[in-house]
């Protein structure tokens, strides 16, 4: 009998790795994907505990999963609810209080045991609570990656390298609900890549909460860095993209630098949160670098690959920031032009040294900073956005668009492109010339010109002015 698994995902990519990686386990006991919660015969919310908004939207979900849960029941049909991820790691037992109608709450490292923990639940009822926190088992007893499993999108693929993170920024979670840093072993790395390449992946995200943190164990027992991994993955035959996030500055090694240097597959977009501009604020953070630090890196960065563009997050109204404090972070946007970014308040969690501060900021006041700092950030990614219309960029075509005919890739530097486009192009890479650039995306069309000379759409520009 096939029984319908709906999996909903919050918060980061490791997440969206991490329900592709379950659908794998849930596959072979017969489970089927479905987009309908209301069909399912299982439910799993994959969560996040990043920001208090994040984990407050689990109990809204879950509030309506009941109702359809009872409805089920009313019919005859059952319905397992699950709670995985970094909210039920963090707060399993708030949440066998806040919704005990819940029947299996798991942390992002245990979840290769499914099977078991769905018998335990069936035969004996009640929650089955398993937060426990041993990576490397986990990747020890996954099954392989499938066509199936939602890990591909279109020609794209995640593939978490290293979890965990031992930084403990004083604003963040992860450390507590994701642990100490764990990295894969190089072998079963490029192992995973070389199978998704045969799946008609062209395009490999290296995941990681500290990604250039990389430090995996190679057979001879020699340690391999991020620059080295990208290297290898660079020399798997099919492999015509390799991005990598999210990496912590001050973890950039000379390595890794190079690998942008010299690695053609690696695309010239990079995300590196900075999270503030003022030094007094980073260290507070517990952040190992300044913001002088932070502007030589990224020049160092793009001595080595000129046409790099930068994405970044920051917070606003951490305990203590001033009206100097953030405008030493609108300088640092300024100083560095980032094309695209992400921009919090700072929201204090249960169990991070920053949330007991005694000089927490007004909301209103993380309000105002937010919006004078988006309306720069939005500023700078649609100048980068328009400064692109008249350049051909090689676009990874791997979404279906709204419209018949109508697809959405991605450029190098992760704008998503409109494009109408016979569908047997549909996951690869073609030239298009970017008629249009948007708030947050550009529109072109198919270009019959040479796609490998446009890797800077500003110099491209120029050259065809
Ligand atoms: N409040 C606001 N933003 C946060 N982030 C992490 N913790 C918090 C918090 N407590 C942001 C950081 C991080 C991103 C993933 O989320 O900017 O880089
Ligand atoms: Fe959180 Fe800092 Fe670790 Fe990033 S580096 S996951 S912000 S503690």
Redesign the pocket.
């Known amino acids: 009998m096939t029984r319908k698994l709906h999996i909903k995902t919050y918060g980061?990519q490791m997440n969206v790795y991490d329900s592709a990686r379950m659908t794998d386990v849930l596959l072979p006991l017969g489970y089927q994907v479905t987009d309908h919660p209301d069909d399912a015969d299982m439910v799993i919310l994959n969560t996040c505990h990043?920001?208090e908004k994040a984990a407050e939207k689990v109990y809204s979900e879950l509030g309506r999963l009941n109702r359809t849960k009872q409805y089920r029941q009313d019919q005859g049909l059952d319905m397992i609810l699950a709670v995985a991820g970094c909210v039920a790691q963090a707060e399993g037992d708030e949440i066998l209080r806040r919704a005990p109608f819940v029947d299996l709450v798991f942390g992002p490292q245990t979840y290769h045991n499914l099977p078991e923990m769905i018998a335990r639940t069936s035969r004996q009822g009640g929650t089955v609570l398993n937060t426990d926190f041993t990576v490397e088992a986990k990747f020890d007893h996954l099954p392989e990656t499938t066509a199936d499993s939602g890990a591909l999108d279109g020609a794209s693929a995640f593939l978490t390298v290293q979890e965990g993170c031992d930084k403990f920024c004083a604003?963040?979670?992860v450390p507590y609900t994701r642990g100490a840093e764990f990295s894969r072993r190089p072998a079963e790395i490029l192992e995973e890549a070389h199978r998704l390449v045969d799946l008609g992946v062209k395009e490999v995200t290296l995941l990681g909460q500290n990604v250039n943190s990389y430090h995996g164990l190679s057979g001879d027992e020699h340690e391999w860095g991020l620059g080295r991994l990208i290297r290898a993955t660079s020399e798997i035959a099919g492999v015509e993209r390799i991005r990598y996030t999210t990496s912590y500055p001050a973890d950039v090694d000379d390595a890794l630098i190079a690998a942008h240097r010299d690695v053609e597959q690696l695309m010239p977009f990079l995300h590196l949160?900075v999270?503030s501009g003022s030094d007094r604020i980073l260290k507070a953070m517990n952040r190992r670098h300044g913001a002088d630090d932070y502007r030589a890196l990224v020049e160092r960065l793009r001595a080595a690959r000129p046409d790099l563009a930068l994405s970044s997050?920051?917070?606003v109204g951490f305990p203590g920031e001033t009206d100097d404090d953030f405008k030493a972070t609108m300088k640092l946007v300024e100083d560095i032009g980032f094309i695209q970014a992400?921009s919090?308040?700072?929201?204090?969690?249960p169990g991070?040294p920053a949330a007991t501060l005694e000089n927490q900021i007004d909301e209103a006041l993380k309000g105002e900073r937010l919006a004078i700092l988006q309306e720069s950030l939005n500023a700078q990614q649609l100048a980068f956005n328009k400064s692109c219309v008249g350049s051909v960029m090689p676009v990874l075509l791997d979404r279906l668009g709204r419209k018949a005919g109508q697809m959405v890739g991605r450029s190098p530097f992760m704008q998503p492109v409109h494009v109408t486009a016979p569908e047997e192009l549909f996951g690869t890479i073609v030239g298009l010339c970017i008629e249009e650039g948007k708030a947050n995306s550009l529109a072109g069309s198919l270009s019959e010109g040479d796609i490998s000379s446009s890797r800077n759409p500003k110099q491209h520009k120029e050259n065809a002015a």
């Open positions: 980061c990043i920001r604003f963040c979670v949160p999270q997050d920051f917070i992400y919090f308040k700072y929201s204090p969690r991070t």
